[in-house]
């Protein structure tokens, strides 16, 4: 017997086998497509280490003899 929470809306569920539960570990493919959208929209981040700003380079002087 598994038995666990959805990540996303929290609903206990109770299976015999991850067979009958395709979503896994989410309830329902809704949840599942939520979780998705939170990694592409950028909620979800793994931190890591800070990028130096760009600097910006100077426009090449031209000779104008």
């Not at 949840?31 to 950028?42: A, F, K, Q």
Request: hydrophobic letters at 30%; one cysteine or more; a negative charge.
């Amino acid at each position: 017997m598994i038995q666990g929470r959805c990540p996303i809306c929290g609903k206990r569920f109770e299976v015999e086998k991850l067979d009958d539960l395709p979503s896994f570990p989410f309830c329902t493919d809704r949840c599942r497509l939520v979780d998705l959208g939170r990694w592409i929209d950028g909620v979800y981040a793994i931190p890591g280490p800070s990028q130096p700003e760009p600097t910006a380079v100077p426009d090449a002087e031209e000779d104008d003899d």
